[in-house]
């Protein structure tokens, strides 16, 4: 969201600009999740060892995601179109988990 706006405030951005920033929303959507993550943990003392476990998992999912808007980004360089767009769904059904579950777990969900 941030990429999206530093983009396009002001100034024009092409067609590409604005699909690398759509790859890499999902990068962002995992670090809000994680950032739940630890208002979980901190919430309630008996959150603590769960929470700290949750977020050593979302730490992971981070990477994995990562990764995946990397490899994504590359093939879309690469006009690799149907190799980037299996990437980039898996990715934004990974985070759309992710933030689901973290927004259950604040919520008490």
Partial sequence: MSYLLKIFVDRSASLPDAIR???????DIVFLATTLIVGFSIMKPENAMSG???????????????????????????EKYLIATPLVLINYTLCAYGLMRAIDMVTGG
């Fill in 52 to 78: 700290m476990a949750w977020f050593g998992g979302y730490i992971i999912g981070a990477f994995v995601v990562v990764i995946l808007w990397r490899r994504s980004v590359k093939f879309f360089e690469t």
């Fill in 21 to 27: 920033a759509f790859l890499e929303l999902p990068v």
